[in-house]
């Protein structure tokens, strides 16, 4: 019997660049892959804030949860967005997450942390997404909002990817640069959307498209 035959280095050379050519066409179909995975999973995680911030408007005479103090002083662990509706949908709130303040932990997959975005805690707090200042203001500008008085909820911003570390702000955080250059927004309705960058950010001139129809931040 004849023993079997072993390659040759021409054709070892030719399987490895057949292996090579075949890497070179998967791995980008491999990342974009990737890409709509974590968008598709921020995107849920919007949803599950938005159906948590109607569980606690129907729990609490139609209002929406006020605004907070993000860092361990008084009144940090009662007030604010990331306190009142994780209690709503049973998960523990933000200020027991221990990839808060640490930024070396790794926080693994999270309703609190986008999968696309590559921040982590600055040693004090760590926030993913932002809560739309307009819809019930901030500091002296405080004030109760109930949900069935803003008009049209399904084009007013709630929450959405933020490129900036505070729990609550306003167009200008909204980031650019994730979901191939977009960002998740979600709506008072509860749903929630990809956008492109083009959609709410003008680079021409280096600030936020407060105009668009689809996008309303003021109520």
């Known amino acids: 019997m004849k023993a079997d035959r ?31 995975i974590n968008t598709v999973s921020c995107l849920n995680n919007l949803r599950q804030w938005g159906i948590a911030t109607h569980l606690y408007a129907t729990d609490h005479d139609d209002y929406l949860p006020s605004e907070g103090v993000p860092s361990p002083r008084p009144g940090a662990t009662n007030t604010g967005w990331y306190v009142l509706l994780p ?52 500091g002296d500008e405080s004030r109760p909002v109930r949900l069935s008085n803003i008009p049209e909820p399904a084009l007013v911003v709630w929450l959405f990817d933020s490129k900036n570390l505070p729990a609550v702000g306003g167009w200008s955080f909204v980031h650019t640069q994730l979901h191939s250059a ?33 996008i309303r931040w003021i109520p």
């Open 182 to 214: 977009g960002a998740n927004i979600s709506f008072l309705d509860a749903h929630a959307k990809k956008f492109p960058n083009s959609e709410y950010w003008d680079f021409s001139r280096n600030r936020a498209r407060t105009n668009s129809p689809q």
């Open 6 to 36: 072993a390659f040759t280095l021409i054709e070892l050379l030719v399987v490895i660049a057949l292996t090579a050519i075949l890497a070179g066409l998967l791995l980008p179909a491999l990342a974009s892959a990737k890409t709509k």
């Open 87 to 138: 209690r709503q949908i049973g998960i523990k709130p933000y200020y027991e997450m221990p990839w808060r303040t640490n930024p070396a932990a790794r926080p693994g997959p999270s309703i609190w942390l986008c999968p696309s975005n590559p921040r982590r805690s600055n040693g004090i707090n760590l926030f993913h997404y932002c809560l739309n200042e307009h819809v019930n203001g901030t």
